[in-house]
DNA sequence: CAGTGGTCTAGACCACCCC
DNA sequence: GGGTGGTCTAGACCACTGA
């Protein structure tokens, strides 16, 4: 119940902020509990799609109502790698997990892991894990390019869902901080133990707000710096 | 009782990823039904302050603790001090800085700049150094919290901006890197001087791309990330 | 197996909004 | 007033974990 109700409002159905239907009404139409109603309501305001005054009844946030939310699209991420290579460190492969597995949400603690690197002007300025879902990994086990050590591409791997596996992403959750590097990624990049990386981790979701993928990247500073631009519609 | 939870996990109560009481057990000790219980925790896991394991139990995000704010709109920029003071450390004032000055795309070297520390909770976790343009700068000479040292205020800068001035920021531009902490800021931060931290550059700019403040802000990384949610227009 | 969190139901009272 | 969401209670069943 809380997948379709997410996924009418992420299709537009309450567009121009319109009005929701009141709890009572969706538990009665749902044929569930208002405390269900209730619970499904809340990730929507926690996400952001959704906001409720006391009162007056649910709206779904819109675009022409005051400001606008990010531009910095996911379109904007998915050409990151327009003049970039990636470079496989770590095949993708089974493993166990239990915070990446959390972070997506899944029931299991496995997930499919992959490590690389990305290349600019011949030299690595970061370095990428990726987690997948156990049933995304495994589809994405026939791709030669994420098998391989070694092999490098210019696909991204968001481009690679979407494209051989038809799933649809429609929102990423990006979390940024500093992180020191371990010797690992010293030596993935080229600098010293303990020099300050920018970290990136990155939650990509499809409609109905399953995790698709998990990439937690760290970025050398000195080669990199994140710009997002903010915009008002009028 | 959401309040004390929330204290108890944020003052490190069961650091080290420790697990919290159960369910059961904390609607006991505080007399509330388990849903109660329940809902408290969901906020936590919103904030990404505890993860939660089915089967297994709750625990605390492992050394993060402190700040996490999502930031995805110009509106949610203005709210940034909602729940956090703003201190004065350097009071506004006149000022010759070639740099930022060009950074505003000003005509002239001249800026009006002042410092602030942000507290949350009783300790500083960010710097911000604030710019403004010549004639900005003067119409907020009046402002008193911004002229005394050692004030706090909660108002945004460009919440005055907006209210006192009238004028309307259509844009902000950011950058966000990592940076060192030097004397200056190792001491307003309390950390060690080589400390790394997370930089973000604010430009505000009107709607004919004049800028009205450059906001440079230094995180300690340990107690603030920088969230955002990208959503794909349809 | 007992214990964990995940989900749900069916009620209740409240503060607030708007007519 | 009647309708809205905010909060809470007291139960229930489930899938999963770990010993």
């Known amino acids: 119940m809380s997948r379709e109700l997410r996924a009418k409002v992420l299709q537009g159905e309450y567009a121009d902020g319109q009005q929701l239907p009141t709890e009572a009404e969706l538990s009665q139409s749902y044929g569930v ?8 309501f ?4 926690a996400d952001e799609l959704v906001y409720r005054v006391p009162g007056r009844g649910t709206f779904a946030r819109s675009p022409r109502h ?5 531009i910095g699209s996911i379109d904007d991420l998915m050409g990151l790698s327009e003049d970039t290579g990636l470079e496989v460190v770590d ?3 089974r493993q166990v997990d239990l915070i990446s597995a959390g972070r997506l949400r899944l029931g299991s603690d496995v997930v499919y892991r992959a490590r690389f690197l990305r290349i600019h002007d011949g030299s690595a300025f970061c370095s990428t894990t990726v987690y997948l879902p156990p049933d995304v990994g495994r589809q994405l086990g ?3 390019e994420l098998t391989t050590r070694g092999a490098t591409t210019t696909f991204t791997i968001i481009g690679l869902l979407e494209k051989r596996l038809g799933v649809q992403i429609a929102e990423a959750q990006q979390s940024i901080t500093v992180a020191s590097a371990d010797d690992e990624l010293a030596q993935a990049l080229g600098c010293r133990v303990g020099h300050p990386l920018l970290r990136i981790d990155r939650l990509y979701l ?3 707000g399953d995790g698709l ?3 937690v990247s760290h970025f050398l500073p000195e080669q990199y710096s994140y710009r997002i631009s903010l915009r008002r519609s009028t």
Do not use: C, F, I, M
Request: without cysteine; proline residues 3%.
């Open 33 to 40: 509990s208002r405390q269900t109603v209730r619970r499904a």
């Open 42 to 45: 809340q990730d929507l305001v």
């Open 66 to 70: 005051g400001y606008v939310r990010q």
């Open 91 to 93: 095949p993708l492969q």
């Open 142 to 144: 026939a791709v030669e």
């Open 206 to 208: 499809n409609g109905n």
């Open 213 to 215: 993928e998990l990439a």
